[in-house]
């Protein structure tokens, strides 16, 4: 399969170094437990690097809804001796028996997400401990076995649930009846635990320690591997057919980065099969040719254009991005300037459009669009260490808690609901189709901004789903258009759309302007639109971390004698507040 070209060719731009910041290292994330798992590394003198893979062991512990070592996830890694932007691609597989029509019911029609999700056959194979080996062989400075100790800790002697966990479980409690071994970590008395419960998982705590001690491939062999798929293979519902040479085969890859400019910036994310870096470009290429920046960020035009723009690139997204080792996905063409050009003169600035079709990008085949499944889960995560390396990781095992089958003591995940549950569409092959080895499609945005000097000045990345695009890409125009500081920019009201229309998070500004949007032609419903956005920003030569107020996360940085400051963003419409020790 013919490989796709970029707008820029991340190995071919050489990103100047940031002067000597006053901050020596930063971490943020969506729970403070993890942000403190990350600094812990950087006291001992590690690496972003080391930082980051302790963040993300560390979310298996504490945020088992969304993310860990039986997920995947995605990289960017800024490495700022050599000034190259490198990516990891951990994203999951599917198992070698897999077959297209693997969520096609009897009757021959798609299942239903609920149908599909819960059990064996959702279950792709992780990909995270790959890209953690991947990571640390290529940039991590602590012994392998050091950057377990956080994560070992928090499941040996356990943590607090929070009041996040606890909710996540009261809404999953009436599924759990065929998942034994998930109810046997997480409830207490016939009832799943209650925040402010201490919860140990001893079994995690053996897993962890077991690949502390036998390193990476303890997971894809031996006993991990024959848990992982026992549970598979045993599942009462939908038992799946993942086998031990499915496991011991995969392998994580190093990929290019998707670069292209923005105003005076260069923004860089993950290739395909991520679809993040390729919609957020898209949507931001269609916006280059309004002046956001004089509208501003309380102007209901503003947000006009922001929501067709995402609408007319989103569709693009169904239609044309897959994972590419199968599918060969026009990037280059996507985001290539004319055919930017071309998208955004569909935009008429006074009026909505009455449809919002995908177009014909330069070297697309013919394609035919359908609508892939993807849960509002997800976490992500940024580390910068005292030399400016950037770790900027989103990971995830899908919907909450995954197939809800357990191994290990961790969550497995459903990753493979992402792919498109119905392989044809009009006797035409869907693009993000079922395949064995393939990497379903993907909304995670892990996200590298860079300035005219080719310094690296803001990472982020959100959890959301096929939402995820829009935090990031709002959180950008926030940053770029509107010059709010990362933390205001992540406050921003959300917007997405459904239902034919515009959809706007409730009990905000964009909920309260609903009748300035729909002037233009488009309805607006505001709806529960929660978003999980972290990451960084330079500002002068210090670093700054950030985290989403509607989330518990929190962000930490730590100066040359050890101090740290920990911020924890109160709500929307409060400011955040500062903890220093």
């Known amino acids: ?29 969506a729970d403070p437990r993890v942000t403190e798992a990350g600094i812990e590394m950087l006291r001992q003198g590690g690496s972003a690097a080391d930082a980051a893979m302790a963040m993300m062991l560390a979310l298996t512990v504490v945020e088992p809804q969304s993310s860990g070592i039986g997920g995947g996830g995605f990289l960017l890694y800024q490495d700022s001796a050599k000034n190259v932007l490198t990516t990891i691609n951990g994203r999951e597989t599917a198992p070698a028996a897999a077959k297209a029509d693997r969520f096609v019911g009897p009757d021959g029609k798609p299942l239903g997400f609920l149908a599909a999700f819960q ?51 009261q809404g999953i409690q009436r599924l759990w009846s065929n998942f034994d071994e998930a109810r046997a970590i997480y409830w207490r008395n016939g009832k799943p635990v209650q925040a402010g419960t201490r919860l140990k998982n001893p079994k995690l705590a053996a897993t962890l320690k077991l690949l502390a001690k036998k390193g990476p491939d303890a997971f894809y062999t031996g006993t991990v591997a024959s848990q992982i798929v026992n549970a598979v293979t045993t599942s009462k519902l939908n038992p799946g057919d993942m086998t031990m040479s ?60 922001i929501g067709q723009a995402m609408q007319l690139a989103y569709a693009d997204r169904e239609k044309y991005l897959a994972d590419d080792a199968f599918v060969d996905v026009p990037v280059a063409g996507l985001l290539n300037p004319e055919y930017i050009q071309q998208r955004s003169a569909l935009i008429d600035p006074e009026k909505a459009r009455s449809d919002y079709p995908a177009g014909n990008p330069p070297g697309a085949a013919p ?7 993807e849960v509002a889960g997800t976490t992500h995560f940024t580390a910068i260490d005292a030399n400016g390396n950037i770790a900027n990781m989103t990971s995830t095992i899908e919907g909450p808690f995954g197939s809800q089958l357990v191994a290990g003591g961790f969550f497995l995940n459903n990753e493979l609901t992402d792919f498109t549950f119905a392989p044809e569409k009009n006797g035409a092959p869907v693009a993000n189709r079922v395949a064995p080895g393939k990497r379903p499609l993907s909304s995670m945005s892990p996200t590298i901004v860079f300035d005219r000097e080719g310094r690296a000045v803001l990472a982020l990345g959100s959890a959301g789903g096929k939402r995820i695009i829009m935090h990031v890409t709002k959180t950008l125009i926030g940053v770029i258009d509107f010059g709010l500081p990362l933390d205001q920019a992540i406050a921003l009201p959300n917007i997405y759309f459904g239902d034919g229309g515009l959809e706007v998070e409730q009990n905000t500004m964009l909920s309260a302007m609903a009748d300035g949007l729909g002037k233009y032609g488009q309805k607006v419903r505001p709806v529960d639109l929660g978003s999980k956005v972290n ?20 962000s930490s940085t730590i100066d040359a004698k050890g101090r740290v400051k920990t911020t924890v963003p109160r ?4 400011a955040p507040t500062e903890d220093v020790g």
């Not at 500002?539 to 509607?550: E, F, I, L, Q, Y």
């Not at 709500?571 to 409060?574: F, K, L, P, T």
């Open 1 to 29: 399969m013919k490989k796709s070209l970029f707008a820029f060719t991340a190995s071919a731009i050489l990103f100047t170094q940031a002067a000597a910041a006053e901050n020596v290292g930063v971490t943020s994330s």
């Open 119 to 169: 059990g064996g056959h959702s279950v792709g194979v992780p990909g995270n401990i790959q890209l953690m080996a991947q990571t640390h062989r290529k940039w991590g400075k602590l012994p392998w076995a050091t950057v377990f100790k956080p994560a070992i800790r928090l499941s040996d002697k356990g943590f607090i649930v929070n009041k996040t966990l606890e909710s996540r479980l």
């Open 246 to 305: 499915d496991l011991a085969q995969y392998r994580a890859k190093e990929q290019q980065a998707v670069c292209a400019p923005y105003r005076v910036y260069v923004v860089c994310g993950m290739a395909p099969p991520s679809s993040g870096a390729t919609t957020v470009l898209q949507i931001l290429g269609t916006l280059q040719r309004f002046d956001l920046t004089a509208m501003g960020k309380d102007s209901p035009k503003s947000w006009y254009l």
């Open 367 to 373: 394609r035919t669009a359908a609508i892939s499944s």
């Open 535 to 554: 990451g960084a920003q330079l500002v002068g030569n210090s670093w700054t971390g950030a985290s989403d107020p509607r989330s518990e996360g929190t």
């Open 571 to 574: 709500s929307v419409d409060e």
